[in-house]
T-cell receptor, first 114, second 112 residues
Framework: KAGVTQTPRYLIKTRGQQVTLSCSPISGHRSVSWYQQTPGQGLQFLFE???????NKGNFPGRFSGRQFSNSRSEMNVSTLELGDSALYLC?????????????FGPGTRLTVL | KQEVTQIPAALSVPEGENLVLNCSFT??????LQWFRQDPGKGLTSLLLIQSSQREQTSGRLNASLDKSSGRSTLYIAASQPGDSATYLCAPEDSGTYKYIFGTGTRLKVLA
């Protein structure tokens, strides 16, 4: 079974631009969560989507948004990029909330904002 | 607000030692708890999932225990190997929202 895939793997943008990251979950998984990882803040939860609906949202500004498609693939978008948005963005998929199963992570997208 | 602390923050040991990594969380109202490892610049790999009704879980040389009432989980690594070198993260799952909250991790280095 293929794992969680994330594209692109690396991205360099400049301040003020916007970016879209993509995550394809494991086949059959309907829940996708997004995390931001930085050396200073560690892993922070961005949001979770389940069956095309946002179930949970972390404490990030409205510049961070996401969506999930009917095939469970998910995208996250960051508008008006700031230097502090440089981070590793990870997505994780699972069968669904409260299903007592494992979260499987993708390799991440490394975003650098110049 | 759930806060997760992992002690020690970093650990360097010779090969063959048995290790104990600690995780404490402030809100005992959790559902499941997962332990992950992360290699530098990579994503996370799930090691063990302790479900809400369980108190421990084992996989090979790894054993994780969970005591919800005291807000603690422990990961034991037996007979450590250089390949175990990585950052280990614990993540309790909030019982209301099913969000996983991650600790800051323990950076482990096993010396050959």
């Amino acid at each position: 079974k293929a794992g969680v895939t994330q594209t692109p793997r690396y991205l360099i943008k400049t301040r003020g631009q916007q970016v879209t990251l993509s995550c394809s979950p494991i086949s059959g998984h309907r829940s996708v969560s997004w995390y931001q990882q930085t050396p200073g803040q560690g892993l922070q939860f961005l949001f979770e989507y389940f069956s095309e609906t946002q179930r949970n949202k972390g404490n990030f500004p409205g510049r961070f948004s996401g969506r999930q498609f009917s095939n469970s693939r998910s995208e996250m978008n960051v508008s008006t990029l700031e230097l502090g948005d440089s981070a590793l963005y990870l997505c994780a998929s699972s069968l669904g909330p409260g299903e007592g199963d494992t979260q499987y992570f993708g390799p991440g997208t490394r975003l650098t904002v110049l | 607000k759930q806060e997760v602390t992992q002690i020690p923050a970093a650990l360097s040991v010779p090969e063959g030692e048995n290790l104990v990594l600690n995780c404490s969380f402030t809100d005992s109202a959790i559902y499941n708890l997962q332990w992950f490892r992360q290699d530098p610049g990579k994503g996370l790999t799930s090691l063990l999932l302790i479900q809400s009704s369980q108190r421990e879980q084992t996989s090979g040389r790894l054993n994780a225990s969970l005591d919800k009432s005291s807000g603690r989980s422990t990961l034991y690594i037996a007979a450590s190997q250089p390949g175990d070198s990585a950052t280990y993260l614990c993540a309790p799952e909030d019982s209301g929202t099913y969000k996983y909250i991650f600790g800051t991790g323990t950076r482990l280095k096993v010396l050959a």
